[in-house]
């Protein structure tokens, strides 16, 4: 079936009138700024504290726009008698957006997470020179860098946390077991302390005095002025019985004297 002559121009004015029946809403820029998508490349920010100067970004960037400079340093042992190391310092870092094509292979190759895309798209220049941004500039747009969506629940966990919370794990334990330790000894500690002092407290005099006992200094008890004639319990006790003269029980016979006092 031919079409109807003159059916696409009814179609395109019929899109112009509704067209013409809305309210038109321009967005004032620069006074509102437009609602860019959190994926939007604008430009790249550098975190110069994770750069470590492996020049990757720059051999796999196919315009050759970033330019880095360094030279090499010697850190001292941290341990004594250790080995002395060298590690590159940064001194240059910039990138020519004049023949940036905005592919990201930088930040993607960088295994140190120093590059990152920023939704910023203000840095137009009067001068195609100026648009070699320097290191300053770059880590100014650094903090234009907006936060990493939020996971899916059933996403599986980054490596890098992973390995992150092992690693705080073990330290963990590793300092809980250096602080048992060091409870276990500090109680034996007490213990043995303790057990030094116990003794000395309870002990008596080692040496006999003058209060000790009637022992003198040739071993054999001596008589005090004091003590009475002992009496024991012997045969001599019981009645109808004569007390012996050489038994454990026999009495001393006594003067008329003493029997008088």
């Not at 470590?52 to 720059?58: D, I, K, R």
């Not at 190391?85 to 001194?91: A, H, K, T």
């Not at 969506?149 to 334990?173: F, N, Q």
Request: aromatic share 6%; glycine share 8%; charged share 30%.
């Amino acid at each position: 079936m031919s079409p109807i002559p003159g059916s696409g121009l009814a179609k395109g004015l019929a899109v112009t009138l509704r067209t013409m029946t809305k309210r038109t809403v321009t967005a004032q820029y620069p006074e509102k700024q437009p609602e860019l998508p959190p994926r939007t490349r604008g430009v790249i920010g550098l975190f110069e504290e994770n750069c470590t100067v492996c020049m990757l970004c720059a051999r796999e960037c196919p315009d050759w726009c970033i330019y880095i400079d360094s030279h090499k340093e010697t850190v001292p042992a941290a341990a004594p008698g250790g080995r002395e190391r060298s590690r590159n310092v940064l001194d240059r870092f910039a990138i020519d957006f004049s023949l940036c094509m905005y592919c990201g292979i930088c930040i993607e190759v960088c295994p140190f997470d120093a590059l990152f895309w920023s939704p910023e798209f203000e840095y137009a220049e009067t001068d195609i020179h100026e648009l070699t941004h320097e290191r300053d500039k770059l880590r100014e747009w650094m903090w234009t860098v907006p936060e990493p969506p939020a996971l899916d629940p059933g996403a599986e966990e980054p490596k890098e946390i992973t390995a992150a919370r092992k690693a705080a794990d073990k330290i963990e334990a590793q300092q809980a077991l250096e602080a048992q330790q060091a409870l276990e000894a500090q109680q034996a500690d007490e213990a043995r302390r303790a057990a030094e002092a116990e003794p000395t407290d309870q002990a008596g005099p080692t040496e006999p005095t003058e209060e000790a006992g009637p022992t003198g200094a040739t071993g054999q008890a001596e008589p005090t002025e004091q003590a009475g004639p002992t009496v024991r319990p012997g045969k001599a006790d019981q009645p109808g019985q004569a007390p012996d003269a050489g038994g454990p029980g026999a009495e001393a016979p006594r003067s008329d004297e003493e029997g008088r006092a």
